[in-house]
């Protein structure tokens, strides 16, 4: 009795479907899989807070994308990440991001506490995807540079002659003036470079300087 | 080797020097660019420049078109090069300039070296349809993400940028890890991620289906040995006519290979 009950589950348990068949349904859940996975996986970064975190821009005050960069908004999805602004700064300014910035991977990024942009004006003539718009010197607008009060010693302290940013800028009496012997930033003019905070002697605890360049331009919304 | 054999693997001589003469310019150009600050010659694979004469990969541009929504006009001329390449002579680009092709086919020699066997076992895995959905769901994940994917995770633009920051930072990305993945694929099946995986080589292949450089056979010469199959890197049988469809990559092997000359390169 058992042995013909195994008898008759044997076919069973050794047939094989066609293999044509299997890899059509593989192939199809594989697809399918791929799409749900990356809807989720789309939805989760954009809702979740923890995770949106991880694809947050890696941009903030004193990193800065190159001169002529188009906003945030767009610039991970126009950037082709060929590294060729990169290549091509002499000062070793541009640095490209790894894949712990999520998809703003291999994306260019200038800390100009390290070393500052010098506004060579090269990265944007090689860029091949307009992601960094061919534009002059002082069209520059990297971000703005922003006077720390409590921390600048003009500012703070009585008789500190200290004028190294209003030295150092490349539009002294433009983006820089003084006012009775303290700098202060004229925001017209300010391409922000980061010269100014390159400069600054004053590192705060925060690893912030006493003037520091915020990324404002960089976080204005994109007109369709 | 005789004179003959020697003088027959004409094709993967002279494909092994195009490998590498690419190879060695995308490692000596960042070094160039930093030390020289020569940048006559720049980038890579993903965006080559030389001179005024700007390459872009069109995986990598249609990818920032799609998901920026913005056309830029160099970035079509740049893509102009590579796309008709890839109309007139296929997936060439694959088989004759692509980094990971050259260090496959290092390590296909040095694993030939090792295991003393002239063929690797090909074994097909999957089905070779793969690589089209490999294309549509790449770029389906793009578009939903809202940001190339291709762009910072395909393997010949990694070997590149790797080099450039081995050079220029003295450091190395994390993501470098995929060129790895990639050639131990390599190891374990026969260019598994070039047959199956590539969107880039889907793309090329798609562009290349009316390609002009076709290699064809003499059936009057065939003698029906199936070497050329198993010279295949791709494992496509060239004795049935394989080499007219979009997966071949016309890289020159079974051509070498065969020893009645039935197969040739046709324009």
Known sequence: MLRMKLKKLKPALTSRKDPREENGSTRRDLVKFLVAGAGWAAVACRSHPALSAGTASPVKTNILRPPGAVPEEIFPAKCIRCGRCVEVCPYESIVPTDIRDTIYAGTPLIDVTKIPCYLCMKCVEVCPTGTLSRISQQETRMGLAVIDKHACVTWNQELALCRTCYNVCPFKEKAIKLDQLRPVVIDKFCTGCGLCTHGCPITQKSGKKAINIEPIYSFKPVKW | ?267
């Not at chain 2, 020097?17 to 930093?34: D, S, W």
């Not at chain 2, 080559?48 to 249609?62: D, M």
């Not at chain 2, 102009?80 to 496959?104: D, E, H, N, Q």
């Not at chain 2, 060239?238 to 390169?265: H, M, Q, V």
Request: proline letters at 5%.
């Open chain 2, 1 to 267: 080797m005789t004179s003959r054999s020697a003088k027959k693997a004409f094709y993967g001589r002279f494909r092994l020097f195009c490998l590498a003469t690419a190879f060695c310019l995308i490692l000596v150009v960042p070094a160039l660019n930093k030390y020289l600050h020569f940048s006559f010659i720049q980038g890579w694979f993903q965006s080559l420049s030389i001179g005024h004469l700007w390459f872009v990969s069109p995986l990598e541009g249609i990818e920032s078109i799609l998901t920026s929504k913005t056309i830029y006009a160099p970035l079509l001329v740049g893509m102009l090069g590579p796309v008709l390449l890839a109309l007139l002579l296929g997936r060439v680009f694959c088989s004759w300039i692509c980094p990971i092709s050259f260090l496959s086919e290092l390590l296909d020699r040095f694993i030939r070296l090792v295991t003393r066997k002239r063929f690797r076992k090909q074994a097909s895995p999957l089905p070779r349809k793969l690589i089209w959905f490999a294309l549509l769901g790449e770029v389906i994940i793009t578009l939903i993400i809202g940001a190339p994917i291709f762009v910072f995770l395909s393997p010949p633009g990694l070997v590149g940028r790797e080099i450039m920051m081995a050079t220029l930072f003295h450091t190395l990305a994390i993501e470098g890890i995929i060129v790895v993945i990639v050639l131990l694929l390599h190891m374990a099946s026969r260019r598994l991620f070039c047959r199956y995986l590539c969107p880039l080589g889907a793309l090329l292949g798609i562009l290349g289906i009316k390609r002009r450089l076709i290699i064809t056979k003499d059936p009057e010469k065939c003698v029906e040995c199936s070497l050329c199959k198993k010279a295949c890197p791709l494992g496509l049988d060239p004795a049935t006519g394989e080499t007219t469809s979009a997966y071949c990559w016309n890289c020159g092997e079974c051509i070498d290979i065969c020893k009645t000359r039935a197969l040739t390169f046709r324009w």
